[in-house]
């Protein structure tokens, strides 16, 4: 529990015994580089016996995460709320692992983010306490399951973004006939952006329509700064500035019009010092204001994208944190060298990340032990090849493990349903996560 000058942080909560339920699961077929042999344990005894994915029968390719480097990019983020007085409520759709969403709420989050009501489902069949959905809820039956879900839950608490006047409408419709308020974020955007009101003045109508209806209860503000800015060039930031300055107005203008606590969320994984920044400032006194920081991709980090935007990544713009590390490995075999110059590995599109860029190899496994690898450049990615373009001298061989960071990591969980998590030598499995996409 976190307290600042407005409000109390209380962190959010996840069912241990659902998370137990699910490592009962087994092993099997489905899961891809897991080992044959395995197939039939549960999840929870294979992790027992402390298998190393080079010697017990794991097979490319294999993603794999790095425990050491996710605690600490966990506790970074943790410091930075804490210190800064700013709830975070990371975006689940990353990873889709509540196994991971557990390690962030144990270290304070305040609930998780979701993306798609299908999300919410998954967060809520682990006992997720607290949803944020940072998108509209416009299906009449997902309205009508959250009013169900917290009727049968007192505890759970949700709220979603809203945009627009057929969305009160088709609100309005879905709860006729009951008497549960759907909490909203009035959520702005602005001109290319994505979703959201355009500006300030045309969301201060919505927000008093909002506050008009009886279906609706206005909880706060919120929107997402990197659909308006991109790179960390000095324009992209004074863009994220000039988008977080707007969001404070909008809350001032609707001052008189929220009921109760105002929440006031932004914040993705490339410009969360702004975040942290602008909206802890000082609020209108008699205002109480919980301010939301909502980055995901903070939890594995990755060696490409975020590597180059993040305000911890090579590119540091925030001061007194330590930089944040890759998490996420990906192995594969070479599996055909038919050039000097190529090289094919057993891993493509199926398998990692290529929509913010191509993964990048970078250590081989040689006699037992994990070394640097030069010379070795991925060029291109079929669905289950990637070539490597090799320079003179490149030692590599068909059968090696080639170890690759990617770029980007929300597109990399999404192609594995169980993901070994590794002890500090890079072999030793502690546990097994599990995605539900």
């Known amino acids: 529990m976190v307290k600042t000058d407005n409000v109390t942080i209380t962190p959010g909560t996840i069912d241990p015994n659902a998370l137990a339920e699910a490592d009962e699961l087994p092993v099997d077929w489905r899961h891809k580089g897991m080992p044959p042999a395995a197939s039939g344990t549960s999840i929870a005894a294979f992790a027992a016996e402390r298998p190393d994915i080079f010697a017990d029968g794991f097979h490319s390719p294999l993603l794999v995460l790095d425990d050491a480097a996710m605690r600490h990019n966990v506790d970074v983020l943790a410091r930075l709320a804490d210190a800064r007085g700013i709830a975070l409520a990371p975006h689940g759709k990353t990873t889709m692992a509540p196994r991971l969403f557990e390690r962030q709420l144990r270290a304070g989050a305040w609930g998780i983010t979701a993306a798609t ?3 919410v489902r998954v967060y809520r069949a682990f ?5 944020l959905l940072a998108n509209q809820l416009v299906d009449p039956v997902a309205i009508a399951w959250i009013a169900a879900e917290s009727a049968r839950d007192p505890g759970f608490e949700f709220s979603c973004f809203l945009d627009s006047p057929a969305g009160i409408e088709i609100a309005e419709n ?3 006939g ?5 909490p909203v974020l009035i959520e702005l955007g602005g001109t290319g952006g994505r979703t959201g009101v355009r500006d300030v003045a045309a969301a201060v109508e919505l927000a008093q329509a909002v506050a008009a209806s009886p279906a609706l209860r206005l909880a706060g503000v919120g929107g997402y700064e990197a659909a308006l800015a991109h ?15 707007a969001l404070r107005e909008l809350v001032d203008r609707c001052a008189t019009l929220f009921p109760g606590q105002v929440l006031v969320t932004a914040g993705g994984s490339a410009y969360f010092d702004q975040v942290a920044e602008v909206l802890t400032e000082p609020w209108p006194a008699g205002l109480e204001v919980l301010p939301v ?28 944190y330590e930089r944040l590390r890759p998490a996420m490995r990906l192995w594969a075999r070479v599996s055909s060298k038919p050039d000097a110059d190529l090289a094919l590995l057993t891993l493509g599109r199926r398998d990692v990340s290529f929509d913010q860029g191509l993964p990048s190899a970078e250590v081989i496994r040689r006699e037992g032990k994990t070394v640097p690898l030069s010379g070795v450049t991925v060029t ?5 090849h990637a070539y490597c373009a090799l320079d003179p001298g490149a030692d590599i061989r068909v059968g090696d493990w080639i170890g690759l960071g990617a770029s980007h990591p929300c597109t990399v969980f999404d192609k594995w349903q169980l993901i070994p998590v590794l002890d500090t030598d890079g072999a030793t499995v502690l546990e097994f996560v599990r995605t539900y996409f």
């Open 231 to 245: 790179g960390a060039e000095a324009d992209a930031l004074s863009t994220v500035d000039g988008y977080l300055r």
């Open 380 to 384: 291109k990615l079929n669905d289950q």
């Open 117 to 119: 009501f299908s999300q």
């Open 293 to 320: 920081l909502r980055s995901g991709a903070y939890l594995t980090h990755d060696s490409g994208f975020y590597e180059g935007l993040s305000p911890l990544g090579a590119h540091q713009r925030l001061a007194g």
């Open 174 to 176: 879905a709860l006729a």
């Open 178 to 182: 009951t008497d549960f308020q759907l």
């Open 127 to 131: 006992g997720v306490s607290r949803v």
